[in-house]
C-alpha cells in the first residue's frame, strides 16, 4: 500500500518545489472516514486501476488554490474560477505525470486523467467498497494547508500463466 | 608435418574447395580434386621429364607434345581453383592425356611401351568424368587402340597377334575392373545419401524436439563439462552463452555452499556409477529444486535438475540433465499457500467469534471503535511529535489486545501484537521518517479493516441466529404435526400425510409459539379422528387410501389466518344433533346448524362413544376455542358432508399474546 502512496507523496512535493516554487512540508498521516465532513473548497482526483484500483485526491482550500493560480498565470485571482480550476487539474495532472513514472516501473497501474471536485464541503464518491482513506497532510510555507488522500484496494492477483 | 603446412596441402590437394558438412557430395568430390590434382602433379612432372628425355633424344615433336600436355596440365590446375565447374578441368585433362595416349599408342612409344599408357585411361576418365562420359571415352580410346594394334598398315608399328589380343584384353580388363567399381562407388553413394538423409530428418526431428521443450536437455561429461548438442533454453535458464565445454558445477558455483558442492559431486559419481537405484537417487537429488543466482544480478530463479547416466556405445558415460525452470510454479504454488493459510485464520477467527457471545461482541466492537477515535485523534494532532502520538498509538492497540484476549479472539490479538511489535520498532529508531509513520498508518488500516469484518461477521451471526431460529420453529412445527399424525395414524389404522401451504415467516414470530402449537396439534388430531375416514371406506366412495389434512398460515390485513382442513367425512350434523339432545340441548330447528357448530366447542362434547387417548374428552375443540377467543382471535368453519372439513382462525396481529390457562 505504502509503495503505491510513496510516489504521490514524492512527487507532490517536486511538484511544488519545482513548479510552484512553495516549499513544503509532508506531515503524519492519519485515517479518516470518506464521508466524514471536511473543510477542502476544492479537489483534483485521480483513478487508479490495474494491480490496485482506487483513487488519490489532492485537497486543498480556496486560499491555497488562489495562490497557486497566481504563481502558475501570473494573474491575481479573486475566486474560484475557470482559470483556477484549470490550474488544480494541471497540478494534479503534473503530480499523476511524476507518479506514474515511478509507479510504473514496478507495478501494472493505469492512471485516468485528473477530475476536479469543488465547493465546500465537496462530496468524492470514492470507488471502492471500503469506507476510510489515508490522508497525507502538508503544510505549505506561510501556513497553509493542503491534503493527499489515497484509499487503494490492492487486488489480489489472480493465477495466470504466460 | 605442422599445422600450417598440412593446412596448405590439404588446400593444394582440393583446389581449396570447401564442401559444407551436409553436402552429400562432398566426399565424392573431394576425392575427384584430389585425384585430378594428383594426376596433375604427376603428370606434369612426368611429362616435363619426358619432353627433356625426348629433346635429348632429338625427337623434338615427342618433346614438344609432352611439354604442351604439361602446360594443358597446368592450365586445368588453375582452372580448378577457379569457380569454373570440375567438368571442364577435368575434361581439359582427360581429353589431352586421352591425345597423348592416342599419339603414343600410334607411334608405340619407347620399345613399343606406348600402349602401356594407354592401360590407365579407362582409370582417369571414369573416375574424372564419371561413368558415362568416362567409358564413352574409353571405348573410343579402345577402339582406336584395337584399330592401331589390329588392322595392318593403320599405324607405322607393326604389332604381333598375340600383343595385340593381349593388349586389348588387359584395356578390356582395366576398364570393366574400373567400371564395376565406379558403379559399386555409385550404388554406395546413392545408399548412404539415402541414410545420411533419414539420419538427417530424423536427427532434425529430434533436435526440434529438444529445441522446442520447455526443459532443457544437456550432456555432462565425466569431468562434468557441457556437450555441445544442449537445448538452447538451457542459455536463457542460466543466463549464459556458450555453454560448450563450461563445468557445470562451476556456473551453479555462486548459487551453492562449499557443502552443496561436496554433495553434487558424490551424487553425479553415484549417477555414474549406475549402481544405485534410479528412484533413491531421485530422493536424495540435491538439485531437486534449488535458488538459481543469474549471472548479472538478475532475479533468482528456482530451477530444477534431475540427472541419469547414458552409456556410450565407445564405453564413454556422459550424465544426461534435464532442467526445468520452477520459478513461476513455486510462486503460484506459495500463492496457493498464503490463500490457503488466510482462508484458514479466516475460518479460525470465525469460530473464535461464533463462541462469543454476540452481545459481549458487541460491545468489544463499541470499545474498539471508540478506541480507533482516539488513535485517529492522535495522529491527527499535530501539536504532537511522532514519538509522543507512537507512544499514545501504542497504548490503544494495546488495550484492544487486552480485550481480543479476554474474548478468546487469539487470531486477531496475534495481528493486534505484531502491530505492537511494527511500532517498538519504529519507536528504537533514532529518526522517525515520514515513511515510518506512513507504514504504520497503512498497518493501523489493515487493523480497521479487520474490525469491519467482525462488524460484518457480527450483522451475520445475528441475522444467522434468528433465520435459523425462525427456521427452527416452522421445522419444529411441521416435524411434530406429522409425528402427531404418523403416530395416530398407526393406532387408527388409517392414513393421513400432511399438506403444508404457505408458513409465513413473520407469523410464527408474531404468534406465541407454544400457544399456535397447541391448538395446530389439537385441529389436526381432531381432523384424524373425527374427519379421515378409515382406508377401505374412502376406497369405497373412491377416494385415494390416504387422508389429506391440510396447514397454512397466513397475513391477512391486520390478521393472522391460520387453516387447518381435511377431506374427510365433514362434520355429521345428525350425530351432533343426537349428542346434543341426549345432553339435554334445545335446538331450534331455524338456527339448528349454528347451534350445533358453536356446541361443538363446547367443552365435554364429543361424537365418540368411547373416550381413548386421542379424543372422546371433550377438551378437543373446546380448549381451542379458549386459546383462540384468549388471543381475541375468532373461528369460522366450512364443512362439507363426505368432503371435508376446514377450521379457519383469525388471530389479531397488534396485541402481544399470552397463554390463558
Redesign the interface.
Known sequence: ??KY??PF?EATSGVFTNMVGMDIA???????EMNSPHAWDISGVIGLTGEARGAVVLSLKQDLALAITTTLTGREQPALNEDVVDAVGELINIIAGNAKKGLEESFKLVISLPTIVDGPNHHIAWPLE???I?C??FTVQGGKEFCLSVALETK??G?K?? | MSKGSSNFFINLMTSGKFFREDDPEKMDMTIRYVLLNSMIFVGCTLLVLFGVESFREQAFLQGILDFSMAAITLVGFVLLRTPAPFIWSSGLTVLSFMGLCAFLVYTGGVQNSGVLWAYSFPLLAIFLLGIRLGSLLTALLGIFLGMVVLVPGFSPQKYEAAFAFRGIGVYLLVTLCTMVYEITKMNKDQRLLKLTASLKEERDQIAAMKDNLREALFLLDRQGKIQGQYSPILEAMLGKTNLTGEIFLDILSPSLSAKEKGLLEDFFAMVLEQRFDAAMLEDINPLKEFTYLPPGGTAPRTLSVTCSCLQRENGEAYLLCTLRDLT?EVE?RR??EE?EKKRQQEMRALFEVVHVDPRIFEDFIQEMDYQFVH??GA??N?EED?RQ?LLEVYQYIHAVKANAVILGLSDFAEKLHSLEQEIKLIQNKEEIT??D???L??E??KV??EK?TFEQLLNRIRSFSATSSQLQEEQVLVQTLERTIKKLCHELGKQATLSVGTLEHGALQQLDFRLLKEILIQLVRNALVHGIETPEERQRKGKPAAGTIFVSLEKKGDQLCCVVGDDGNGLCFERIRQQAERRGMRIEPSKERQQLLQYIFSPGFSTQDEADLHSGRGVGLSLVKDRVYATGGSIKIATEEGKGCRFYLYFPLEKNHSVAG
Open positions: 500500500m505504502e502512496i510513496e507523496v509532508v506531515g503524519r498521516p492519519y485515517i479518516c471500503q469506507t476510510r489515508i497525507i497532510p489480489r492477483e493465477l500463466y504466460e | 513461476r503460484l500463492q496457493l490463500e488513535i485517529n495522529l491527527k499535530s511522532n502520538t515520514f515513511q509513520m506512513l507504514h498508518t497503512v493501523i488500516e480497521y479493516r469491519d
